[in-house]
């Protein structure tokens, strides 16, 4: 009689388990699992950069705009400059290009903090009125940068304007001629 328990037992404990395994589980279940897998495999939303530039006015305003890879913001013309990232950037670089691509000499002083990049940027000389510029982000080595929580960013660029009338350009000087020209009068 032992021997015919001892298999019921094992036959009712098989049919437990088989029977659980294929029951469906409720929703509440699914959304406490798919709540937990997403707090361990999925850090949150993804991470947007977001760029933004200022300029301090000569009567102590400050002119901030928001810089977008689709619209170039009209700034004042000025020699100093302050860049603001939302993110912790690593291995970065921001340089200040003129309309044909030529990179503007400047001091730069980057300030990391945990919660982004603040760059202040000083140009050797000020902007020009009304020209274009663009603002380059792009990785100090290699090929992407670092967003500050191990992923990658690639190369982003940002135009703006400047405000005023576009300067003319000054015709360049010719150099005299070194043609010498015979008088008619010489022998």
Known sequence: MKKHLCRTQVFLFSALIAG????????????????????????????????SIEVKLSDGGVVR???????????????????????PLHNYRLRIFDEIDRALASD?????????????????????????????????????????SGGALNEQRFE?????????EAPPKRAPSRRHHRRKDAP
Do not use: I, W
């Not at 980057?110 to 982004?116: F, L, Q, R, S």
């Open 108 to 148: 730069d002083v980057p300030e990391e903090t945990p919660a982004g990049v603040r760059y202040h940027v000083t140009l050797l000389s000020p902007l020009r009125s009304g020209h274009r510029y663009a603002v380059l982000l792009d990785a100090q080595s290699g090929a992407t940068l670092d967003n500050g």
């Open 65 to 87: 705009e928001q810089l977008d890879p689709l619209a170039a913001p009209l700034l004042p013309v000025t020699q100093a400059l302050e860049l603001t990232a939302n993110l």
């Open 160 to 168: 703006f304007r400047t405000e005023g009338e576009r300067e003319k």
């Open 20 to 51: 659980s395994a294929c029951r469906p589980r409720s929703a509440a279940g699914d959304a406490g699992a798919t709540l937990v897998q997403a707090a361990r495999f999925d850090a949150g939303p993804p991470l947007v950069l977001r760029l």
